[in-house]
């Protein structure tokens, strides 16, 4: 993941202009790049060339052309990793089930939204990720210095086993 100096970028993706509005003034508090898309394939076309990491979306379910579920389904292609919430006035138990299978979706928010709840889950989904993300370097860090010793212990045991001394220079070659 790059890692880019800045506030944090967000997607908003909702075909009501409205919706777009109010999101952006509450992500806005908290200083928030947000990125905004008034369809599914307008947001994918964003996610595809952004040179921003995004790092959470948020798409309404009921969009025409295209539905939030299976929006953030196909933007699993350009940012995996990244924390996504499924905004729906109708709450579909079938639709809600198959976005969290296949969409990956973290968080279902119900319009209307408190706003400050919306932001307390958008600070610790984040909080959560980047937790994540340095568990998984550090994981990462630990595999590669246990590839490097078990290198360096090879290379010790030839010498052991063949009864030479690793640290004496051998002047006689």
């Known amino acids: 993941m790059k890692s880019h100096a800045g506030p944090t970028t967000i997607m908003v993706v909702d075909d009501e202009p409205f919706v777009i509005r109010s999101l952006e003034r509450v992500f806005g508090v908290k200083r928030y790049h947000v990125l905004t898309a008034e ?11 952004t040179d921003k990491p995004v ?19 196909r933007s699993m292609a350009y940012f995996p990793f990244a924390v996504r919430f499924l905004l729906t006035g109708h709450a579909d138990m079938a639709v809600l089930t198959k976005a969290v299978n296949s969409g990956g979706i973290h968080r279902y928010v119900s319009k209307p939204w408190n706003s400050d709840d919306l ?27 246990m590839r490097k010793f078990k290198e360096f212990n090879q290379g010790t ?10 640290f004496r220079l051998n002047l006689d070659d």
């Not at 369809?39 to 060339?49: F, V």
């Not at 959470?56 to 389904?73: C, N």
């Open 39 to 49: 369809s599914g394939s307008d947001a994918l076309r964003i996610l595809k060339t």
């Open 55 to 73: 790092r959470l979306i948020i798409a309404d379910q009921r969009m025409p052309g295209m539905t939030g579920d299976v929006f953030l389904e």
């Open 119 to 145: 932001l307390r889950a958008v600070e610790k989904s984040l909080a959560r990720q980047d937790a994540l993300l340095k568990g998984e370097a550090a994981l990462y860090s630990r595999g590669e210095d």
């Open 157 to 166: 045991e030839a010498y052991v086993f063949r009864g030479e001394d690793p």
